[in-house]
């Protein structure tokens, strides 16, 4: 049976393409896989609110608002008591939710990752290490468009469209200032930053 007082939460915050789930997936492995992981990208509302559209009518999915806020702070907090959850499943190639779901049972370590991990004061009192990644906008802008093209059936313009109109200035707006609350930041380079968290929470577990 877990032991709840050894259960804790690792929050991964940072930019469209800079290398959030990659980086979840480097501690992941470094635990051996004794943990769970949880992906922001999976809480996206079904429907966007219309005051979401952008000028030119386009969905604005770099907002905070795009989120099901409720859900994922239900969903963290069942994790963190020990209980297994049903999480949601997006289908970024529709845009919407798939009617499945997938269960994730909790661990004594717990990744989220996401956009806006460290944006929502609630979540954050549930976490016990909060990290984010700062890349370079022109790397992140480079992996986000090989990412939506070969990955998601988006076009080249499409893209490129999107970063200008919404991912560029709710960064600067929204997702950047989220480095306030972070322990720690990570660069471009995560492999050492991999090793020393896991190393971390490896004395955690070892409490």
């Not at 239900?74 to 997006?90: C, D, F, M, R, V």
């Not at 989220?178 to 720690?184: G, L, R, W």
């Amino acid at each position: 049976m877990l032991d709840l007082r050894l259960m804790y939460l690792v929050g991964i915050a940072g930019g469209s393409g800079s290398g959030k789930t990659t980086f979840a997936h480097k501690v992941f492995d470094r635990l051996d896989h004794k943990a769970c992981l949880i992906s922001m990208d999976s809480y996206y509302l079904d429907v966007l609110p219309d005051n979401l559209l952008t000028a030119k009518g386009n969905p604005n999915f770099d907002h905070p608002q795009a989120f099901d806020w409720e859900l994922l702070f239900n969903h963290l907090a069942k994790l963190k008591e020990g209980e297994t959850i049903q999480s949601p499943l997006y289908d970024f190639k529709t845009n919407s939710r798939k009617e499945e779901t997938v269960s994730i049972a909790p661990e004594r370590v717990i990744i989220f990752e996401g956009i806006f991990s460290l944006f929502d004061k609630n979540i954050r009192d549930l976490m016990d290490i909060k990290c984010f990644l700062h890349v370079e906008a022109d790397i992140r802008f480079t992996r986000r468009l090989h990412r939506d093209v070969n990955e998601r059936g988006r076009s080249l313009e499409s893209v490129i469209g999107q970063y200008y109109e919404t991912v560029r200035p709710m960064y600067l707006k929204y997702l950047e200032p989220q480095k306030q609350f972070a322990d720690f930041t990570v660069g471009e380079e995560t492999d050492v930053a991999a090793d020393i968290l896991a190393a971390r929470l490896k004395e955690y577990l070892n409490e």
